[in-house]
């Protein structure tokens, strides 16, 4: 369990995620953080791991970096699942990834990159926020050996019920889509501000009790082990009923 941290200001030409899952884990979960100003990124989980999450983060400005500027040799990303398991191996994985109630914003100034390996199977991505200011785009995902973009099918996918700024904030070339996606502006109070009170989202007809249940992955016969259901929010609010929508729990 990694919780309660803030990850700021990482920068170097690769790696440089706020927090990310290295190869060959398990059960790892990551909620209740605050990541900001990170070259590498926000979610990152590398290949041969299972059933590990991203919850109830907030994520600012990260992945800000870009690929052949100041040295840098890999790109930043706001998502990726990454099948790397070691340079000159055969990627493979992640298994049943799942990334819920996020809230990532980034700047206009910021391209967000997403990358999803082929190899990938097993991903859950709903009631996050995804609040992108500027454009979105796909990039291979390693850097050593990149993916190649095409249209291979992965297994095993619930991705759906995500709000956006934009229809375009989730780039149509990735392989896996939102199924029903949301899009209207949450109205944040400050946005690029590195106080999380500042993402209670004052457009609550967007976001209360709009989320939906989050249950086991097809095929997947473990879910999370500390069980898939948060109690409470980054703020600490017990979650009652319906989840809302992104990483803060709205009052009645």
Known sequence: MIENNSFLNANGPADSAGCHIDFNCSDVVVQYNLSANNAGGFCEILGNNYNCAYRYNISVNDGYRVKGQNGAFQEGKIFWLSGYVGNKQQPKGPYNSYFYNN???????????????????????????????????????????????????????????????????????????????????PGFRNIGSLNIEDYIPVNSQLIKNKGIEIVRLPDDAIGLKVGLKAETDILGNKITGIPDMGAIELSE
């Open 103 to 185: 809230t990532i914003y980034t700047k206009k100034e910021i391209v967000a990159n997403m990358a999803v390996a082929n190899c990938a199977s097993g991903i859950l991505i709903a009631n996050n926020i995804f609040y992108i200011e500027g454009e979105s785009q796909l990039v291979p995902g390693d850097q050593y050996v990149p993916d190649k973009i095409g249209n291979t099918a992965i297994k095993n996918v619930v991705f759906e019920n995500n709000l956006y700024l934009k229809n375009e904030n989730w780039p149509k070339e990735v392989l896996i889509q939102d199924k029903n996606p949301k899009v209207g502006d």
